[in-house]
């Protein structure tokens, strides 16, 4: 009976030992699983945070953003973009030959107009009683296409020189320019880009290549 009762008590060690260690390896295992789940978490890839027009970075509070692309050669048309809203593009079908022109609220940010003149083959003086309609306070972006210049004269030139730009009054035949200015601004505009028809540096056959810009317009305050 006393060896019977070593038996059992040795077979109860035995056993309480084996729950033990069976229970430190599930536990163990479990940890490691949890390590490997949260390091398949941690190496996903993370997704860029994308920003309002496909800007490099957020725009400041009170500022509205923009990106405009001038037209490709006579092939592909200008695209103009604000807060996140394409409001001139070939996809829309409202750019064109020569000057394309949209018209922003400074201080709301609402669309009031889209224009495109045809500089080669059109009349400039549309063009020169559009501009004289824009309101003090309007943010004007324009963008070229093919040829933006050639029906300009020096009223045309002088009315876009007092919304802000440097470079139109020497803008010429398949120029491309892009530009972000205002009624009623005091200083030239940060916002610019020309590039000349130039033979010898021009991307495609007969035109510059492609101009980009983008930025953020400063919210017009009462």
């Known amino acids: 009976m006393r060896l019977t009762g070593v038996k059992l008590a040795l077979v109860l060690v035995v056993l309480i030992i084996a729950v033990y260690i069976a229970s430190e390896v599930f536990e163990f295992k479990g940890s490691l699983e949890n390590l490997f789940v949260r390091s398949m978490i941690d190496a996903r890839p993370t997704k860029p945070p994308r920003y309002k027009c496909g800007l490099s970075k957020a725009c400041p509070e009170k500022h509205f953003a923009f990106k405009l692309a001038s037209g490709a050669a006579g092939v592909v048309g200008p695209k103009i973009c604000f807060e996140d809203n394409i409001v001139m593009s070939g996809v829309k079908n409202n750019v064109g030959r020569g000057m394309n022109i949209a018209l922003?609220?400074?201080?709301?940010?609402?669309?009031?107009?889209?224009?495109?003149?045809?500089?080669?083959?059109?009349?400039?003086?549309?063009?020169?009683?559009?501009?004289?309609?824009?309101?003090?306070?309007?943010?004007?972006?324009?963008?070229?296409?093919?040829?933006?210049?050639?029906?300009?004269?020096?009223?045309?030139?002088?009315?876009?020189?007092?919304?802000?730009?440097?470079?139109?009054?020497?803008?010429?035949?398949?120029?491309?320019?892009?530009?972000?200015?205002?009624?009623?601004?005091?200083?030239?505009?940060?916002?610019?880009?020309?590039?000349?028809?130039?033979?010898?540096?021009?991307?495609?056959?007969?035109?510059?290549?492609?101009?980009?810009?983008?930025?953020?317009?400063?919210?017009?305050?009462d």
Not at 165 to 182: M, P, Y
Not at 204 to 214: A, H, K, N, S, T
Request: net charge negative.
């Open 104 to 221: 922003v609220n400074g201080k709301t940010g609402d669309l009031i107009d889209t224009k495109y003149y045809d500089m080669w083959a059109g009349d400039v003086k549309p063009l020169i009683e559009f501009l004289k309609t824009i309101e003090e306070g309007t943010i004007v972006l324009i963008a070229t296409f093919d040829d933006g210049a050639t029906k300009l004269n020096d009223e045309a030139r002088k009315l876009l020189s007092d919304l802000g730009s440097s470079s139109v009054s020497t803008l010429a035949f398949r120029d491309n320019w892009i530009f972000v200015g205002g009624k009623g601004i005091k200083t030239k505009s940060p916002f610019e880009q020309h590039i000349k028809n130039n033979r010898d540096t021009n991307k495609y056959e007969g035109w510059p290549e492609v101009l980009e810009m983008e930025g953020c317009i400063p919210q017009k305050q």
